[in-house]
């Protein structure tokens, strides 16, 4: 399998400027993509300014005219799947904010269903992200990059203060009441690392949180045909270029996988090969995914055919308010079903568990405090 990616939208840890969504998109073939793609690629390339073919500097028409040979030359090489990655940039600060002061693993007041089940975790955000105001989460996110817990607990009693007058539901006025008492109250119980580091911070912006996603798609292509990664092409980046090797190496054998509305974590038996960042200007199969990841993102009824035809062929993923208003409406949805005895058995098991557990950290945790 080869893997060719490209981004719009670059960000960095400035989160608040535009363009608003920062996007990702990753070509995934058996065949080398760039044998079919180079004959159809560079001799136009070669007519622009700079050798290379940028849509946003192409008029709809002409990417439309190329696109039918651009698919119809992937189609020929073999199995192939698009992928396309949209982040909502400021709902990044509502999402770490919750990662930070919601996570059930640090924060002993947080039962772990709230945070490890995606219904709960999204709710969480959604609740959190009503209270937040555009300078609340300015406020967070520099807070989150410099490693300030107490400004972050300034925005954190934001939170309580609009969930104890605007949260309608009772029990999630109660968990987020409970978990901010304990940020309040156990600070150093929080790990925070943005600025542990020169390029500690990358790992928590939107352009390393796109392309780990990379990951969890090529999981599924091995999965869908066998074929293992050869190669790991993204296009030249000089701010996160380093970080996006690290990653790929740290992280590109973990598959992670919803299960029941459970995040499963799994390790599979291949590693990524080493990421290579060269300029799209030589390589066409680069070009291809900046004109396949502009045309997904575009209205022009020119380009309604390609696109379609494209979408079949294309996974997707995104972070942000709609999606989370998706995921907590499906879920509610979900539960609303009928369930078997065993399986309220079996949930009530696990229920009581989690509790004990945290109960005892809870007491394990005024034990310690009470010692000093």
């Known amino acids: 399998m080869f893997i060719y990616a490209d981004e719009t939208g670059h960000t960095g840890r400035h989160i608040f400027q535009n363009p608003p969504l920062y996007r990702i998109g990753a070509l995934l073939s058996v065949a080398d993509a760039e044998q079919a793609l180079a004959p159809i690629i560079f001799p136009p390339a070669g007519a ?3 050798g290379r073919l940028h849509a946003h500097n192409l008029d709809p ?3 439309a005219a190329m696109l039918p040979s651009i698919l119809d030359a992937l189609d020929a090489s073999g199995p192939w799947r698009f992928l396309l990655g949209e982040i909502e940039k400021d709902y990044v600060a509502t999402t770490k904010f919750v990662d930070t002061v919601f996570d059930s693993g640090e924060n002993a007041a947080v039962p772990a269903q709230w945070y490890n089940l995606r219904l709960f975790r999204h709710t969480l955000c959604l609740a959190a992200d009503a209270a937040l105001r555009e300078r609340h989460r300015q406020i967070f996110w520099q807070a989150y990059m410099d490693d300030d817990m107490a400004g972050i607990v300034a925005v954190a009693e934001k939170v309580d203060v609009f969930a104890r007058t605007r949260v309608p539901d009772p029990r999630l006025r109660e968990v987020i009441r409970d978990a901010i008492a304990y940020l309040r109250r156990y600070p150093k119980d929080f790990t925070l690392s943005a600025s542990r580091g020169r390029r500690a911070y990358q790992g928590h912006t939107p352009n390393i949180i796109a392309f780990s996603f990379i990951f969890d798609a090529v999981h599924r292509f091995v999965d869908e045909t066998g074929s293992r990664p ?17 990653w790929a190496q740290l992280f590109g054998h ?3 996988e919803d299960h029941r509305g459970l995040a499963r974590i799994d390790a599979v038996d291949y590693r990524l090969p080493d990421l290579s960042l060269p300029s799209s200007r030589d390589v066409a199969a680069l070009q291809a995914v900046d004109l396949l990841l502009w045309t997904l993102t575009r209205n022009d009824a020119v380009l309604a055919e390609a696109r379609r035809r494209l979408e079949t062929r294309t996974d997707s993923y995104a972070i942000s308010r709609r999606i989370s208003e998706t995921i907590v409406a499906e879920g509610i949805a979900q539960a609303s079903g009928p369930l078997s005895d065993e399986a309220l058995e079996r949930g009530r098991s696990l229920l009581d568990q989690w509790e004990n557990d945290r109960q005892q950290r809870i007491r394990d945790r005024r034990a310690a ?4």
């Open 48 to 50: 622009e300014s700079d």
């Open 61 to 63: 028409v002409r990417v």
């Open 230 to 246: 050869q190669a790991l092409i993204h296009d030249r980046q000089q701010e996160f270029g380093t970080s996006m090797r690290e």
């Open 254 to 256: 973990i598959r992670r």
């Open 369 to 372: 405090a009470s010692t000093r």
